[in-house]
Every structure is written in structure tokens, then in C-alpha cells.
């Protein structure tokens, strides 16, 4: 079964750092995600992306925040100076199309993000 | 007043047992409702999905929509040990471009 694949699994930052999260969404797919979830909170979207372009960002994707597909396969998003308060789970997602949107996305393992 | 409540549990019950798990909303604007389930270290994985009042069953799982109420319910039947997890609501609409919109999950223990 296809599946949304993220790496790294785990990424220790020291503070004021830039990180990448990297995400290979399914192939077929043309909307892409971004979400987030703080130890112990909900899980919080950040942002929507298609057509190479933003469709959609949260109050939390503040300028210290990017998304970008450098290659038509992979889905990056990078925070250029890293926060404690960014600490948590990263998850992509990704959907095949506005279809299928309502009926959920698939997402990937996560990537867990320390900020030290 | 949070869009979407949900209690987190622990939920701890035995195996064979039937589970209820429940949301509730406060925006009669929603429209389509999700149940994800999320094992630990894992991102969360597709299990139900509707959008009208009423049932939907799928094999063990059957998800129930009363809108009248904003309220959600996920029943699991013949509760496995591997239906251990964590379960989480989710709630659209396509005024919001179909962005969900998550309950806090509720974390399900099936005990052998």
C-alpha cells in the first residue's frame, strides 16, 4: 500500500538553529500538509499546499516557517530558527485530490523534533 | 468554547469487550467526520470516515454521526489487544478547504 514516507525519524536541534523536516508524499497525490502535535496536545494543522504555491497556513506557520517541493517528490518544511516551544511530532500528509479530500488524508510516521 | 471536545481517557477495558469512543462539536457548519487511529511513535492512520447522520459500519468498527446532537461516537466490537491506540476525532468542512480539525484523542487500552 502506498504510504507517506518522513524522515528523520527523530531530530535533536540546538535552539536557533534551522531544521528540515523531509516528507515523500504518495506519487499521485497533489495536496500536501503539514501538521504538528506538542506532547500531550492536539494535533494542529500548519499548512496546506498545491499547485507549488501555499493554499492555506495556520496562525502557528509564522514567518520562522517554509514549505517548499524541490523536486516534485519530496516535500520539505524548514524552521529557520528553532524555538523550544517548536518541540513535537511533525506529521505530512498528503491527498489525492479535492475528491478525496473530505475523507481524510494519509499521513506519514512523523518526525519528532527536539529543540534543545 | 473548543471546537472539538474529546476525553482523553485512558479508556481501559477487556479484550471481547465493545468499546464506544465519543466527540462532540460545537459548529453545525461541519460536515464530514473522521476517525483516526495514531499507535505510539506512529502518525495517524484513516479509519472511518462520513458525513451524514446515522451509521457506518466497517467489519468490527461502526462510526455514528448525530448531528441533531454534534455528536460523533466509534464503536469497536470484539475489542482485540491490538486495537490498542490512541483514537482521534477529526471534523471538516469545505468552507475551512477541507482543513481538519482534531479532538484531543482518546487513548484505548484493550487488556488480555
Known amino acids: 500500500e502506498p504510504e507517506v514516507t518522513q524522515t528523520p525519524s527523530h531530530q535533536v536541534t540546538q535552539m536557533g538553529q534551522e531544521v528540515i523536516l523531509r516528507c515523500v508524499p504518495i506519487?499521485?497525490?497533489?495536496?500536501f500538509y503539514w501538521y504538528r502535535q506538542i506532547l500531550g496536545q492536539k494535533v494542529e494543522f500548519l499548512v496546506s499546499?498545491?499547485?507549488?504555491?501555499?493554499?492555506?497556513k495556520s496562525e502557528i506557520f509564522d514567518d520562522q516557517f517554509s514549505v517548499e517541493r524541490p523536486d516534485g517528490s519530496n516535500f520539505t518544511l524548514k524552521i529557520r530558527s528553532t524555538k523550544l516551544e517548536d518541540s513535537a511530532m511533525y506529521f505530512c500528509?498528503?491527498?489525492?485530490?479535492?475528491?478525496?479530500?473530505?475523507?481524510?488524508?494519509?499521513f506519514g510516521s512523523g518526525t519528532r523534533l527536539t529543540v534543545v | 468554547q473548543k471546537e472539538v471536545e474529546q476525553d482523553p481517557g485512558p479508556l481501559s477495558v477487556p479484550e471481547g469487550a465493545i468499546v464506544s469512543l465519543n466527540c462532540t462539536y460545537s459548529?453545525?457548519?461541519?460536515?464530514?467526520f473522521m476517525w483516526y487511529r495514531q499507535y505510539s511513535r506512529k502518525g495517524p492512520e484513516l479509519l472511518m470516515y462520513?458525513?451524514s447522520s446515522g451509521n457506518k459500519e466497517d467489519g468490527r468498527f461502526t462510526a455514528q454521526v448525530d448531528k441533531s446532537s454534534k455528536y460523533i461516537s466509534l464503536f469497536i466490537r470484539d475489542s482485540q489487544p491490538s486495537d490498542s491506540a490512541t483514537y482521534l476525532c477529526?471534523?471538516?468542512?469545505?468552507?475551512?478547504?477541507?482543513?481538519?480539525?482534531w479532538g484531543a484523542g482518546t487513548k484505548l487500552i484493550i487488556k488480555p
Open positions: 500528509a498528503s491527498s489525492e485530490g479535492q475528491v478525496s479530500m473530505p475523507y481524510g488524508y494519509t
Open positions: 506519487s499521485n497525490h497533489l495536496y
Open positions: 499546499f498545491y499547485n507549488n504555491e501555499i493554499s492555506e
Open positions: 459548529n453545525s457548519a461541519f460536515q464530514y
Open positions: 462520513t458525513y
Open positions: 477529526a471534523i471538516s468542512t469545505v468552507d475551512s478547504n477541507y482543513q481538519l480539525i
